[in-house]
Antibody, heavy 119, light 104 residues
Framework: QAQLQESGPGLVKPSETLSLTCSVSGDSIGIYYWNWIRQPPGKRPEWIGFVYFSGDTYYNPSLESRVTMSVDASKNQFSLNLSSVTAADTAIYYC?????????????WGPGIMVTVSS | VLTQSPATLSLSPGERATLSCRASQSVDTYLAWYQQKPGQAPRLLIYDASKRASGIPARFSGSGSGTDFTLAISSLEPEDFAVYYCQQRTNWLTFGGGTKVEIK
């Protein structure tokens, strides 16, 4: 069974770039769609986008202008960059794998990493 | 937009829970349900409106299509008290506001 683990800074200054990495263990990063989802404390989750193992990406239109995702198959990792952050980007950030049998549900999630945007 | 109701459901162990999720436009059967406990990531319960994810107990069932969906828990176990979210796929992916199932 695959396991995911997010890593990166827990504190980012306003206007800077938030950078997170998700490490995949127990399975190859190949053939799956890898997603980032965030959840402000006490609120509903928000899907950020996905990166395919080939490098193809698709982002939430509301965040598209600030988001970049990439995959490093040699390290079995994928990454998220979110630029020009503000306090509204404070949230728990999750990486998640899309279920093979579905084209939209997420069957495996990382534990999440809390990222606070503050000076 | 996905609207979940009720916001909070107060029930006792052993009772049946019925949660609703309504979409502002048809999502066909592209609907999933998740359970989230405090400090944990969401856990997939149901996908494609009615298919149970791997390892999910049979007391969880999903139904519906188009704009109206239901998640039913036939007999609440102590570990079922949590927040439940629905999620849909149209042009992109969105989640409902959640229903909290609490112990009465």
């Amino acid at each position: 069974q695959a396991q995911l683990q997010e890593s990166g800074p827990g504190l980012v200054k306003p206007s800077e770039t938030l950078s997170l990495t998700c490490s995949v263990s127990g399975d190859s990063i190949g053939i799956y769609y890898w997603n980032w989802i965030r959840q402000p404390p006490g609120k509903r989750p928000e899907w950020i986008g996905f990166v395919y193992f080939s490098g193809d990406t698709y982002y939430n239109p509301s965040l598209e202008s600030r988001v970049t995702m990439s995959v490093d198959a040699s390290k079995n990792q994928f990454s998220l960059n979110l630029s020009s952050v503000t306090a509204a980007d404070t949230a728990i950030y999750y990486c998640a794998r899309r279920l093979v049998a579905s084209n939209f549900a997420f069957d495996i999630w990382g534990p999440g990493i809390m990222v606070t945007v503050s000076s | 937009v996905l609207t979940q109701s009720p916001a909070t459901l107060s029930l006792s162990p052993g009772e049946r829970a019925t949660l609703s999720c309504r979409a502002s436009q048809s999502v066909d059967t592209y609907l999933a349900w998740y359970q989230q406990k405090p400090g944990q990531a969401p856990r997939l319960l149901i996908y494609d409106a009615s298919k149970r994810a791997s390892g999910i107990p049979a007391r969880f069932s999903g139904s519906g299509s188009g704009t109206d969906f239901t998640l039913a828990i036939s007999s609440l176990e102590p570990e079922d008290f949590a927040v439940y979210y629905c999620q849909q796929r149209t042009n992109w992916l969105t989640f409902g506001g959640g229903t909290k199932v609490e112990i009465k």
